[in-house]
């Protein structure tokens, strides 16, 4: 079966993507790897209709609402391999068979480098997090941490504090100058030096190499992120390099540098969200449809 588009991945970004090609009655497939990356969250914050629903739950409702269209096809598997053909782009996926459309939409997601810090790991998307909008609030104002993986600690460092009294331990990944220091101050940080050992206690207690414990609601960690697919780099799509890692360079209309492929979502921008990912998706759908409609490739 020839598909006007496939779509790689079948998350929120994806799925969105889908909604104005099935509502234009296009054949999409879908192919999912279901690996969400927030599936390590017990709430998703932020999304206007579903603020602290279930991400699953999110997730699950939306494929169910793109899959009512007659003519969208689900394949649970991870897309492997991409070349361009003369119908467009051959997939191959470990599902065995392999597929082809006319137009590509990425909508990949990223994956999180976290810490080697034993128990933090563990504690990921519970008392662990990258982002104080997600789960900053349900934290109570009570005492919260960022540990420094990078200098970008500073910026996280900065905000905390509007969400509950803050510690950044430098975990002598960077020592902040005078005028950062200062900036800290004002801001009400305190700052703790020295290595850390681990993350224990119920929820996020700060174990230092010299014996000291810090308690805390959260803490807070800037992880890198990197798409973990093979097929942008087979496509010959540009990245570009973000604060917190590479991410695939689109245009205002979600076109990546190669002709034909779209992408959206977290793999399509320096830091994503849940609403984002679904605007992203919602122009990436538009804008593969417009492809089809008015270009040849
Ligand atoms: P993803 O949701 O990551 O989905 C990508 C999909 O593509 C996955 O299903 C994956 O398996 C699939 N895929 C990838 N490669 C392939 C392949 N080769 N073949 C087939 N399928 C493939 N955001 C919020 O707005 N609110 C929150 O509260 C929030 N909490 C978070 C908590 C944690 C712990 C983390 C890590 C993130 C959180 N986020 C939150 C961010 C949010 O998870 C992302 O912004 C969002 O998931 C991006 O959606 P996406 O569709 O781009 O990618
Ligand atoms: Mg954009």
């Known amino acids: ?52 629903k279930a991400p699953g739950d999110i997730a699950a409702q939306g494929k169910a609402e793109l899959l009512n269209y007659p003519t969208v096809t689900w394949l649970q598997a991870e ?18 068979e392999d597929v082809t459309a006319s137009r590509l939409i990425l909508a990949l997601g990223v994956v999180d480098e976290l810490p080697a810090v034993p128990g933090l790991a563990e504690r990921w998307g519970r008392q662990v997090f ?28 900065l905000m905390l504090p509007d969400w509950g009294p803050t510690t950044l331990f430098l975990n002598d990944v960077f020592t902040p100058d005078a005028q950062q220091r200062q900036a800290l101050q004002r801001r009400g940080v305190t700052v703790i030096e020295g290595q850390i050992a681990a993350i224990g206690g119920e929820r996020a207690e700060v174990q230092l190499a010299d014996g000291r414990r810090h308690a805390l609601a959260g803490l807070f960690i800037q ?16 990245l570009e390099q973000g604060p917190l890692g590479a991410f695939l360079k689109v245009d205002a209309m979600q076109q990546t540098s190669a002709p ?8 399509a921008r320096g830091a994503g969200s849940v609403p984002l990912a679904v605007g992203d998706g919602a122009i ?14």
Request: glycine share 12%; net charge positive; charged share 15%.
């Open 1 to 52: 079966m020839q598909y006007d588009v496939i779509i790689i991945g079948g998350s929120y970004a994806g799925l969105s993507a889908g909604l104005p090609l099935a509502r234009a009655r296009r054949r999409v497939l879908v192919v999912d790897a279901g690996e969400r990356r927030n599936r390590y969250a017990e709430a998703s914050h932020g999304l206007l209709t579903n603020d602290g």
């Open 79 to 96: 897309a492997t391999a991409v070349t361009r053909v003369a119908e467009g782009f051959r997939l191959s996926t470990s599902a065995g």
């Open 130 to 157: 990258h982002c104080p909008y997600c789960h900053g609030y349900e934290l109570n104002q009570q005492p919260v941490g960022v540990l420094a993986t990078s200098e970008l600690a500073m910026h996280q460092a």
């Open 223 to 238: 992880s890198r992120t990197r798409i973990a697919s093979p097929l942008p780099a087979q496509l010959g799509c540009v």
């Open 260 to 267: 034909g492929v779209f992408a959206c979502g977290d793999a």
């Open 284 to 297: 990436a759908g538009t804008a593969a449809h417009r492809s089809l409609m008015f270009e040849t490739l």
